[in-house]
């Protein structure tokens, strides 16, 4: 089973704050690759598909970057609506563990 | 409107079965992959299988942790997803969701597994 590492597993961050999380697969998985962000008691949803893909609708602050094994998510500067939980995922596979962005 | 629905969820002793499903609507149901995903209460997200179109072979793939016990099932007429689930332990405690495997996410449906 490929296995997905997600670090750092949370970070605190002020607003405005450039936040980048990493992604890294245990094999190559081509451009397979989604973000989600998940608040509390919610469903996730989806930020970014196919690595670098921003879903319509997604402010343009967010973006995606990666292929293969090692992936990375952006946020260019933080809005107070940001603070949430982040998740990869190999497309119908495995989430990376989060990160949790908190407000420092 | 795109939407996804899950039922089935409960109290279930260590042992027991149940079985969820999930009613699609407002997309092409029988092209989809879809996906059941669970999160255990203060985790993260696991994935938990995951089952094909009938156009692209509708074979099925599990996590380890449930490969044996559950079972992914669709019935495009129905456009439902199920997930059968067996031999229940009480770390199977869980919201689940089913997903198209992108944009498209049920509210979830809380298992308990507990004497």
């Known amino acids: 089973d490929i296995q997905m590492t997600q670090s750092p597993s949370s970070l605190s961050a002020s607003v405005g704050d450039r936040v980048t999380i990493t992604c890294r697969a245990s094999?190559?998985?081509?451009?397979?690759l989604n973000w989600y962000q998940q608040k509390p008691g919610k469903a996730p949803n989806l930020l970014i598909y196919?690595?670098?893909s921003l879903r319509s609708g997604v402010p343009s602050g967010f973006s995606g970057s990666g292929s293969g094994t090692d992936f990375t998510l952006t946020i260019s500067s933080l809005q107070p609506e940001d603070f949430a939980t982040y998740y990869c995922?190999?497309?119908?596979?495995?989430f990376g563990q989060g990160t949790k962005v908190e407000i420092k | 409107e795109v939407q996804l629905v899950e039922s089935g969820g409960g109290l279930v002793k260590p042992g027991g079965s149940l079985r969820l499903s999930c009613a699609a609507s407002?997309?092409?149901?029988?092209?989809?992959?879809m996906s059941w995903v669970r999160q255990a209460p203060g985790k993260g997200l696991e994935w938990v299988g995951r089952?094909?179109?009938?156009?692209?072979?509708?074979?099925?793939d599990y996590a380890a942790p449930v490969k044996g016990r559950f079972s992914i099932s669709r019935d495009d007429s129905k456009n439902t997803l199920y997930l059968q689930m067996n031999s229940l332990k009480t770390e199977d405690t869980a919201v689940y969701y089913c997903?198209?495997?992108?944009?498209?996410w049920g509210q979830g449906t809380t298992v308990t597994v507990s004497s």
């Open positions: 997903s198209d495997g992108l944009a498209v």
């Open positions: 407002g997309f092409a149901f029988s092209n989809a992959w």
């Open positions: 089952i094909k179109s009938k156009t692209d072979g509708g074979t099925t």
């Open positions: 094999q190559s998985i081509s451009s397979d």
């Open positions: 196919a690595a670098s």
């Open positions: 995922q190999q497309t119908h596979g495995t």
